[in-house]
């Protein structure tokens, strides 16, 4: 998994502010965004593509991220709200779990391979099993899975 500062040099290789990238192999692999983009739909890493669509729809991220620093806790007991990715939330249970819309689109042939395809199911599939009382789904508006695949499903799952 990516961390938060992966996420800000990628973000200043989009804004051309290289000399503030720290992981220098990330500036020795790509020149620009564009590379990193193409490499990330090309590979179908699912973390790059991830960051890509990240960066594309929130251009305050800097500002998001900050935001995350200031109000994080190391304490899983202090805390309000437990960000995590599925990776390590395997085997934690919360009695509510809401899960956001970063997932790879399952229908999009062209940007998912069938083994990627199975490896997101499997996520999905884990973060789903990680609630104990809720499970809250958090399409956007302009969600990636089809209108007419969702019909049927509810946001709340109890």
């Known amino acids: 998994a990516y961390q938060l500062s992966d996420l800000e040099d990628v973000h200043y290789l989009r804004t051309g502010q290289v000399e503030r990238i720290r992981n220098q192999r990330l500036l020795a692999q790509f020149k620009s965004f564009a590379d990193f983009t193409e490499a990330a739909e090309e ?3 699912p973390e790059m593509l991830r960051m890509v669509r990240l960066l594309k729809d929130h251009h305050d991220i800097l500002r998001l991220i900050a935001a995350l620093r200031r109000h994080s806790t190391d304490a899983p007991d ?8 599925v990776h390590r939330a395997k085997g934690l249970e919360w009695d509510v779990v809401v899960l956001e819309e970063d997932f790879l689109d ?3 042939d062209e940007k998912i391979s069938p083994e990627q395809r199975v490896d997101e199911l499997n996520l ?3 973060a ?4 104990r009382r809720h499970l809250v789904s958090r399409p956007s508006s302009g969600s990636r899975i089809p209108k007419q695949r969702r019909q049927g ?3 709340v799952v109890s």
């Open 153 to 155: 499903c509810h946001k």
């Open 124 to 126: 999905l599939y884990v």
């Open 128 to 131: 789903a099993t990680r609630a």
């Open 106 to 108: 399952l229908f999009d």
């Open 43 to 45: 590979s179908k890493d």
């Open 78 to 85: 202090e805390a309000d709200v437990i960000v995590s990715t």
